[in-house]
């Protein structure tokens, strides 16, 4: 069965076929660690880890190198640490850590590098320094420049005619451009900005321009050319256009051979975004919803399609996922037959990742197991858990998801900490209230030298 998947670069479904079938390559642009991420920055992140987990099923887990960075250098980082006083790496480290824990929570599975900035900068500086020598990149005023013009198809990816691209470069330092629409490669540093935002370069002290990041860690990880590179819709002008343009003049080599982006998540149809100031963060919603329910309910659309995230699609991912594993439950005194899944789940991700389709799959399995007699719950009990494991669901215990307190524990977690705060800060009135809230819930806490735990009494 052939994967076939939208290349935003072609305009169409193809057949993927990797360079090399031991070592498929992908690469999907991180976070930049400087707040809570939002349930739309998780889209990319779940859509692409079910891109993972079929590669890997199709070529050999240890055949498939998957690389997503973490940008820990960048102008709204040096702002935070401003505002705050907290170091950069202070900040970079925390919000990396609850990035981590809030993907691992939606059942993302660690991709095979997390390269970060700030230790490829030589790298870097490398690719800027080929560029310049090719003809490439230019000195500006405030740093190093890429010159669009020198680059007979830049735009391919987006096909912008120049007055979009124009607009869309305005946002980067303009002084000494020789069009319009070049883009920073590298940023000088400016006065009075701190020691750790800064390093070395032929061209004075500066740091990377955004773009060159991804360049120079997806070919330091990966290669000069990958199979696949991912991110969302908004990050195909200009950010991959221009990752196209820096990897391939410095390179000589196209930087990927197929390009998927998936489209927004909303809130009443408009799109979830920091700047519009409606965002739902993974770390609150974890403290109301289970990860699980949240992972499924970003894949009942399909990843190229815009979804609204709404009550009503959490509470319908819960009940199907209790369906689920009621049907599941029912059968747990039954051995699962190891089996792939089947042919219908496969078939429907082959087909550039339709999880609705895939899911609707699985629903029709649940069906089937609750008709079947007892002799066919090994087979069908194999399938909805290796089908489950393609989709990164339902690999728990049904007894454990029947409890329903899986996404209460954070919310526990999260009263025991404020209590050890309480304490510290000597507010023993709100510790005990807190004590006293969980105990009526037959939540006990036990104070010890490791911290404090509890349990359900
Ligand atoms: P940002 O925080 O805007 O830099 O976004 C980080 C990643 O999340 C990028 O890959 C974006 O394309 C993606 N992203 C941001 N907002 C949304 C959204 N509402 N829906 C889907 N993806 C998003
Ligand atoms: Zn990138």
Not at 38 to 61: C, E, M, S, T
Not at 151 to 177: F, Q, T
Not at 276 to 282: A, D, F, S, T
Not at 354 to 382: F, V
């Amino acid at each position: 069965m052939d994967i076939r998947l939208h290349n935003t670069l072609t305009r169409e479904k193809q057949v993927f076929s990797p360079q090399n079938p031991q070592r498929v390559t992908m690469y999907v642009c991180g976070p930049t660690v400087y707040s809570y991420a939002h349930i739309g920055n998780a889209r990319p992140p779940v859509a692409f880890d079910v891109l993972f987990r079929l590669l890997r099923a199709r070529y050999g887990a240890e055949n498939v190198v998957y690389a997503a960075n973490i940008t820990d250098v960048d102008d709204k980082i040096i702002a935070a640490a401003a505002e705050t006083s907290v170091p950069i790496a202070e900040i970079t480290a925390k919000f990396e850590r609850i990035y981590k824990e809030d993907l691992a929570a939606l059942g993302v599975m660690e991709p095979t590098f997390r390269p970060h900035a700030t230790e490829h900068i030589d790298g870097m500086i490398e690719i800027i320094k080929t560029l310049v020598a090719k003809g490439h990149a230019y000195p500006g005023k405030d740093g190093v420049l890429f010159d669009v013009l020198s680059m007979a198809d830049y735009g391919k990816l987006s096909g912008r005619n120049r007055d979009d691209m124009i607009a869309g470069a305005r946002v980067e330092v303009d002084a000494g451009k020789k069009d319009p629409a070049d883009f920073a490669l590298w940023k000088a540093a400016k006065p009075g900005e701190p020691k750790e935002a800064r390093w070395e370069s032929p061209w004075g002290e500066g740091r990377p321009g955004w773009h060159i990041e991804c360049s120079a860690m997806a070919k330091a990880v990966l290669g000069e050319t990958i199979d696949i590179h991912a991110g969302g819709l908004d990050l195909i002008f200009p950010h991959h256009e221009n990752e196209i343009a820096q990897s391939e003049c410095a390179h000589g080599a196209p930087m990927a051979r197929y390009w998927l982006h998936n489209g927004f998540l909303s809130m009443d149809s408009e799109k979830m975004s920091k700047s519009l100031g409606n965002v739902k963060l993974i770390h609150d919603l974890l403290k109301h919803y289970d990860g699980e329910t949240m992972r499924f309910a970003l894949l009942t659309g399909h990843y190229r399609q815009p979804l609204d995230w709404t009550e009503a699609l959490l509470d319908q991912s819960k009940a199907t996922l209790d369906r689920l594993y009621n049907a599941l439950r029912r059968m747990k005194d039954v051995l699962a037959d190891y089996v792939e899944a089947p042919n219908a789940v496969t078939a429907a991700l082959c087909d550039d990742l339709n999880t609705p389709l895939a899911l609707a799959e699985l629903s029709a399995l649940a069906t089937e197991a609750n008709k079947a007699e007892p002799e066919h719950w090994a087979r069908i009990k194999g399938q909805i858990l290796a089908a489950g494991r393609l989709l990164g669901i339902l690999q728990r215990d049904p007894e454990e998801w029947a409890r329903g307190d899986a996404g209460d524990a954070k919310r526990i977690d999260d009263l025991v900490s404020a209590r050890v705060d309480a304490r510290q800060s000597k507010n023993f009135a709100e510790a005990d209230r807190i004590r006293k809230a969980l105990a009526a819930e037959g939540v006990e806490i036990m104070d010890g030298p490791q911290g404090s735990t509890w349990r359900r009494v």
